[in-house]
Every structure is written in C-alpha cells, then in structure tokens.
C-alpha cells in the first residue's frame, strides 16, 4: 500500500513542479513551489528520513517561501508586469529539457539498481543518528556552514542598503 | 510511521532515481524558458530539491546517514543563496525598474 502512496505523491510532485514553471502570475508560481516542498517533505517521511522532514518543512516552506512572497509582493509583481518571452525560446527549451531528460533516462538505464529500497536500520534519519554524525566527521564543515550563514546575513543586508552617498 | 517505512519495500530505487531526474529537468526547463528572474530563482530551489530527495534515497539504500548530512548542509546553503540572490534581485529592480533578466544581457559579454 505503502508504494501506492510514493507513486501518488510522486505524481503530485511533477504535476505541482510542472505548474511552477508554467504558471502566468509568479504569486501562483511560488503557492505551486509551497505545494511541491510540501510532497517533498511526504517524501522525506515516507524515507523515514524525520529530522530531514522536520528541516525541509521549517526552512523551505518556512522561511525560504516566506521570503519569496515578500520579495514578490515588495515588489507589487503581477501578471501585467510579468516578461514575456517568445515562443521560439520557450519551445527550444522545452525541447532541450527533453533531450536532457532522455540522456539521463538512457544513461540510468544502462546502469540501473532494480533492487528495491529497503530500510535496513530504522534509526537511520533520526536526530539522533544525525546529530552523532554532524557532530563527528563533519565538525568542521558544520563550524564553516555558520561562517556561510554570517557572510550570507552581512551580504544580504548590505546589498539591500541604500547607498547614502549617491542619495 | 516505522510500520509505513518498513512497507516501502516495493519502491526500487531507479524509481527515486527516474522521479529525481524528472523534477531536475523540469527545474532546468523554468530556467531556460523563464525570464522572470524570480522564477528562475524557484527553477534553481526546485533543481537543489531535487537532488536532496535523490542523496536522501542513497543514504537509505546505502544504509550510511552522511547523505542525509549532505542534504542538511544543501538546505543550509539554499538558504544563504536565496537571501543574497533575493537582495541582489531588488537591487537590480530598484535601478532597473524591472526584474526581466533581459535587461542584465550586457552581463553576457
């Protein structure tokens, strides 16, 4: 049954992914993106993957769609305003996304793994197991995140700064 | 929920593997037919996302939670990308008026 539910949700991802980037108004583009994250996170449980559920509904429906919004109601984006291309480039994209996908569709073929997914230790996605790993072979890297998260802040921030010289 | 997850037996993992592949590409398509560059932003967070479910799936399969670290590390890079790109996108429109990534072409050359 419980596979039944992974091809479901894996259904409502491509439809929900597809309408992102085909939607007119980027307000419905990112209610979409929320959808998508949100199978995503179904996903993740479904891997038994918790802590990774947790995070991707925190920071990715949370914060990262939160700025989105922001972004895009600050800037009062509708429709009206939204760049149009022309459908000589939207059909050369499509068609190159195709033949994207069909090498790598070609190319898992040739070296596919049939065995089926099976959840060896069921601890495996938990905080704890997690936590044990970050803090152990990946001390350093997780130090170094924060530094990235810092010059992240000061960098956004400085960006979006007027620049009082020239005012 | 272990009663769920020791069900999902039936799923092979080239499934997860064609899933991914499909959501990548899609994200690909978005960057290369859009010219909102909001959108393309979302294309990107789509690509990133992506490839998070796919280490997720070989961190399952492989029995070896790093993948799992990898794609915490993932989230917390997303998250810095999008505040820079996102200050860097009202940037632009403040000068531009405009967040079409037409107008930035002379960064091309």
Redesign the interface.
């Known amino acids: 049954?419980?596979?039944q539910v992974?091809y479901f949700v894996?259904t409502l991802?491509?439809l929900f992914?597809?309408l992102?980037?085909f939607a007119k108004n980027?307000i419905h583009?990112?209610l979409y993106?929320i959808l998508?994250?949100f199978t995503?996170t179904v996903?993740?449980?479904?891997?038994?993957?918790?802590?990774?559920a947790v995070?991707?509904f925190i920071?990715?429906m949370g914060?990262?769609m939160v700025?989105?919004l922001f972004?895009?109601m600050?800037?009062n984006?509708n429709k009206e305003?939204?760049?149009?291309?022309s459908p000589l480039?939207?059909i050369?994209?499509?068609i190159?996304?195709?033949c994207?996908?069909v090498t790598?569709?070609g190319s898992?073929k040739a070296a596919?793994?049939?065995?089926?997914?099976?959840?060896?230790?069921?601890g495996?996605?938990l905080v704890e197991?997690?936590g044990?790993?970050?803090f152990g072979?990946?001390l350093l890297?997780?130090e170094l995140?924060s530094l990235?998260?810092l010059?992240?802040?000061v960098?956004?921030?400085l960006?979006?700064k007027?620049d009082e010289v020239e005012a | 929920?272990?009663n769920?997850?020791?069900?999902?037996?039936?799923?092979?993992?080239?499934?997860?593997?064609?899933?991914c592949?499909?959501?990548?590409?899609?994200?690909?398509?978005?960057v290369?037919?859009?010219?909102?560059a909001?959108?393309i932003?979302?294309?990107v967070?789509?690509m990133l996302?992506a490839v998070?479910?796919l280490l997720?799936?070989f961190?399952?399969?492989s029995?070896d939670?790093?993948g799992?670290?990898f794609?915490?590390?993932i989230?917390?890079?997303?998250?810095?990308?999008?505040?820079?790109g996102?200050?860097?996108?009202?940037?632009v429109?403040?000068n531009t008026k405009?967040?079409?990534i037409?107008v930035l072409n002379r960064l091309k050359w």
């Open positions: 049954m419980s596979t992974f894996a991802s491509i992914s597809l992102v980037i980027p583009s990112v993106l998508t994250f995503f996903h993740y449980v479904l891997l038994n993957a918790q802590f990774l995070v991707n920071v990715y914060a990262i700025l989105f972004v895009l600050l800037l984006l305003t939204e760049p149009v291309k480039i939207k050369v994209g499509v190159a996304g195709c994207l996908i790598l569709v898992f596919t793994i049939t065995s089926p997914l099976i959840l060896k230790n069921p495996l996605g197991n997690l044990k790993e970050l072979p990946f890297p997780f995140s990235l998260l010059a992240a802040m960098g956004a921030v960006l979006s007027r | 929920m272990e769920l997850t020791t069900q999902m037996a039936g799923v092979p993992l080239n499934h997860y593997i064609y899933l592949a499909i959501i990548f590409t899609i994200g690909v398509i978005g290369l037919t859009r010219r909102n909001i959108v932003f979302m294309s967070e789509l996302n998070n479910l997720t799936a961190s399952v399969h029995n939670p790093s799992q670290v794609v915490f590390f989230m917390a890079l997303a998250a810095a990308e999008v505040a820079v996102l200050a860097i996108i009202v940037m429109y403040r405009s967040i079409d037409n």
